[in-house]
Nanobody, 123 residues
Framework: QVRLVESGGGSVQAGGSLRLSCIASMYSYSNYNMAWFRQAPGKKREGVARIEHGGMTSYADSVKDRFTISRDNSKKTLYLQMTNLKPEDTAKYYC?????????????????WGQGTQVTVSS
């Protein structure tokens, strides 16, 4: 059984920062590539950042140089440091084990999702 619990969201002004966390209860967490996704109202869920089990990272163009994904395998925790936030970053953010590499088509292994954490950025 897989359980993903995201936290750290909130309301900030443009230019602000937030750090999201995701605690994963899953077997062999360290063997999975992990990712952050987001979904804005009326829009399709999209990949934001991905980190391989070996630590290599990749980002959607829209967040490159502003967001940093990291992981602590000993704590089975995934992080997303978000800086210089923009109103267009407003969405519910989810973590999941990543299936695929392409940010626009990437999805969750096993369709496993947590409840998400809301990020709201005001201008």
């Amino acid at each position: 059984q897989v359980r993903l619990v995201e936290s750290g969201g909130g309301s900030v002004q443009a230019g602000g920062s937030l750090r999201l966390s995701c605690i994963a209860s899953m077997y062999s967490y360290s063997n999975y590539n992990m990712a952050w996704f987001r979904q804005a109202p009326g829009k399709k869920r999209e990949g934001v950042a991905r980190i391989e089990h070996g630590g290599m990272t990749s980002y959607a163009d829209s967040v490159k140089d502003r967001f940093t994904i990291s992981r602590d395998n000993s704590k089975k925790t995934l992080y997303l440091q978000m800086t210089n936030l923009k109103p267009e970053d407003t969405a519910k953010y989810y973590c999941a084990p990543a299936a695929g590499r392409n940010m626009s088509t990437m999805t969750s292994v096993g369709d496993w999702w947590g409840q998400g954490t809301q990020v709201t950025v005001s201008s």
